[in-house]
Nanobody
Framework: VQLQASGGGLVQAGGSLRLSCLAS????????MGWFRQAPGKEREFVAA????????HYADSVKGRFTISRDVAKNTIYLEVNSLNPEDTAVYYC????????????????????WGQGTQVTVSS
């Protein structure tokens, strides 16, 4: 499985972006797709996850109500709508995939994801 993230950029505080992650290879119903982010000098942080075969979603508390994860199975793509951005959201955003099924207790841990995209930079100016 290969993942290619795109859609990042420079945006003013309060602005929005839509990040995309195109998946290639065999994606089946057991897959979970996630978004993480990593700011300079900080650890990689969970943002959101979605089950590939169903519209089950899970979010980090810090982004609930502002970010929305979605998927388009026909296009093999997941999206992350990021709204009401603030400078603290500045980071490289990574998409990831895990084929071990949906278990909420595991979703937030980067070590649980086997496949990673290259990341897309989101910079929010104040």
């Amino acid at each position: 499985v290969q993942l290619q993230a795109s859609g990042g950029g420079l945006v003013q505080a309060g602005g929005s972006l839509r990040l995309s992650c195109l998946a290639s290879g065999h994606i089946d119903k057991a897959f979970v797709m996630g978004w993480f982010r990593q700011a300079p000098g900080k650890e990689r942080e969970f943002v959101a996850a979605i089950r590939w075969s169903a519209d089950w979603k899970h979010y980090a508390d810090s982004v609930k109500g502002r970010f929305t994860i979605s998927r388009d199975v026909a296009k093999n793509t997941i999206y992350l709508e990021v709204n009401s951005l603030n400078p603290e959201d500045t980071a490289v955003y990574y998409c990831a995939a895990d084929h071990n099924g949906w278990l909420v207790s595991r979703l937030a841990f980067p070590r649980e994801y086997e496949y990673w995209g290259q990341g897309t930079q989101v910079t929010v100016s104040s």
